[in-house]
């Protein structure tokens, strides 16, 4: 199966800065790559769909981008209410698998 | 707007079944463009798949789990079922469902909120 490795695994940011995660495939998966935030007690919110597509009502700040093995989640500006763990999820590949989450932290 | 909400028993026995059922409202789960699925999340890991299932019943299982994993559908209720047989410690977690569209590559797009399940005996 397709390993998903995210890093960093923990980062702690301040307001207003850039944050950048990255996920990387153990294979080649094309752009078949999404990225969610879980909040505790929330559903899980997908933010950004095959690799790079933004999806309504998530804000301008996140996006994404990369193909291949290698994908970034950047959230340019940070804001408080984007304290959450994210997860890259590859959907090229039997069986689908997520990777193992960054949680970020707002100092 | 739609939403799923899971149920069923927060504890459970080893050795047991873990049972849990997935509510679909603001939409149909008869629809033939969406697979459901359940998910789940142990303690300090990551997402695991669990399973999917279309309207017709048609099942896709993760094979780490298959042999002990069943999947169903009841469109008269807009329920759908997850059903975990010999559960260890090692089942202990969140487990939510969601929604993808049938496309092979599709994304999650609706999950619902999530329900722990403890296996303790």
């Known amino acids: 199966e397709v390993v998903l490795t995210q890093s960093p695994e923990f980062q702690s940011v301040t307001p207003k800065e850039k944050v950048t995660i990255t996920c990387r495939a153990s294979q080649s998966i094309g752009n078949s790559l999404h990225w969610y935030q879980l909040k505790p007690d929330q559903s899980p919110k997908l933010l950004m769909k095959y690799a790079s597509q933004s999806i309504s009502g998530v804000p301008s700040r996140f996006s994404g981008s990369g193909s291949g093995t290698d994908f970034t989640l950047t959230i340019n500006g940070l804001e408080a209410e984007d304290a959450a763990t994210y997860y890259c999820h590859q959907t090229s590949s039997f069986p689908q698998t997520f990777g193992g989450g960054t949680k970020v932290e707002i100092k | 707007q739609l939403q799923l909400q899971e149920s069923g028993p927060g504890l459970v026995k080893p050795s047991e079944t873990l049972s849990l059922t997935c509510t679909v409202s603001?939409?149909?789960?008869?629809?033939?463009?969406?697979?459901w699925g359940w998910i789940r999340q142990a303690p300090g890991k990551g997402l695991e798949w669990i399973g999917s299932i279309s309207y017709s019943g048609s099942t896709s299982y993760n094979p780490s789990l298959k042999s002990r994993l069943t999947i169903s559908v009841d469109t008269s209720k807009n329920q759908f079922s997850l059903k975990l047989s010999s559960v260890t410690a090692a089942d202990t977690a969140v487990y939510y469902c969601?929604?993808?569209?049938?496309?092979?590559?599709?994304?999650?797009?609706?999950w619902g909120q999530g329900t722990l399940v403890t296996v303790s005996s």
């Open positions: 969601a929604r993808r569209s049938t496309w092979s590559t599709a994304n999650f797009d609706y």
């Open positions: 603001g939409g149909s789960i008869g629809s033939s463009t969406y697979n």
